[in-house]
């Protein structure tokens, strides 16, 4: 039985007059432990599925279960890492994992806090910059520091919201090592949002395209057999990575090809306009 399950989700926004579909009938399965990618282009809901994955908004129909429970509200169980950071700036590393610790598990002693706190800012990669804001450190450091508030809850689930799409390449790289290496040492179940399909690769146990929207739902699934720990410097050379790529990316591109033939423009009236020459009066309507 699937750990993770979107049932037959349906979600969108505004009156039913006008309302704009971000999801229709999807569906999606993740295992214990698994780690998944979802990729998909702009516009297609896929902060959207986040959202709903973490309780932060609730389907128009259908469920989002987790060990076969309804997710009705946001929670420890359910950490998100986002593309912003969302880091309180007036607090330290230590002070805004501390936050967050201490809402999850008050009845933490002090110096069993300390020890708490210092084994996440170790494990990100932090130590020293424990009392540094965040506005002293770089790009990638304050997103590692993100990362460590999030594992500090000791989320069941792990939602990955675009978290490396604002770093250089350089930092994403070392970033996305940081998240294989914590994930395969801490074991969680994880949904990662992503639009690189060499990223989703690298990182994950299976890749699920979102169509483009409206109406956007979980296209084909693409398992990634590629064995762990993948060596990036070798990788582009794998003809299973190349082929595994090229898959992806056709199926990506077909279906937005796809969708864009779907989309009906209806032709816009133009106002029936003749220009003023200097010195004609102008005849004001209204």
């Known amino acids: 039985m699937s750990y993770l399950e979107l049932d037959n989700v349906n979600f969108g926004f505004g009156p039913p007059s006008n309302r704009y579909e971000v999801l229709e009938g999807a569906n999606l399965s993740v295992d214990e432990n698994e780690f998944v990618a979802v990729i998909g282009f702009s516009g297609s809901g896929k902060s959207t599925l986040i959202s709903l994955l973490a309780g932060l908004e609730k389907p128009d129909s259908g469920e989002v279960r987790i060990g076969g429970a309804v997710v009705s509200k946001p929670g420890p ?5 986002f593309q912003n950071y969302s880091l309180l700036p007036w607090l330290s590393v230590v002070g805004n994992i501390e936050l967050a610790v201490k809402q999850v598990f008050p009845d933490k002693s002090g110096a069993e806090r300390r020890n708490y706190l210092q084994h996440y800012i170790d494990m ?4 020293g910059s424990e009392s540094k ?3 002293e450190l770089s790009g990638g450091m304050r997103q590692r520091l993100s990362l460590a ?4 809850m000791q989320p069941e689930v792990l939602l990955l919201d675009e978290p490396l799409s604002a770093l250089d390449a350089l930092t994403r790289a070392v970033l996305q090592d940081e998240i294989i ?11 990662m949002i992503t639009n690189d399909v060499d990223e989703a690769v690298l990182m994950a146990d299976r890749i699920v395209p979102l169509t483009p929207g409206p ?3 979980l296209g084909q699934d693409f398992p990634v057999t590629l064995p762990r720990p993948r060596d990036r410097a070798t990788l582009n050379f794998n003809p299973e990575f190349k082929r595994l790529r090229n ?6 591109l077909r279906i937005n090809s796809e969708a864009k033939q779907l989309v009906i423009r209806p032709e816009t ?3 029936d306009l003749e220009p003023v020459l200097p010195g004609e009066p102008v005849h004001l309507v209204g």
């Open 77 to 81: 169980d359910k950490g998100i890492v």
């Open 124 to 127: 990100v990669s932090l130590t």
């Open 133 to 135: 804001l965040p506005s």
């Open 149 to 152: 508030r999030t594992l500090a």
């Open 181 to 191: 290496r914590i994930w395969e040492e801490d074991k969680r179940t994880v949904v």
């Open 215 to 217: 109406s956007s739902y």
């Open 247 to 252: 898959d992806v990316t056709n199926y990506m």
């Open 269 to 271: 009236p133009l106002p």
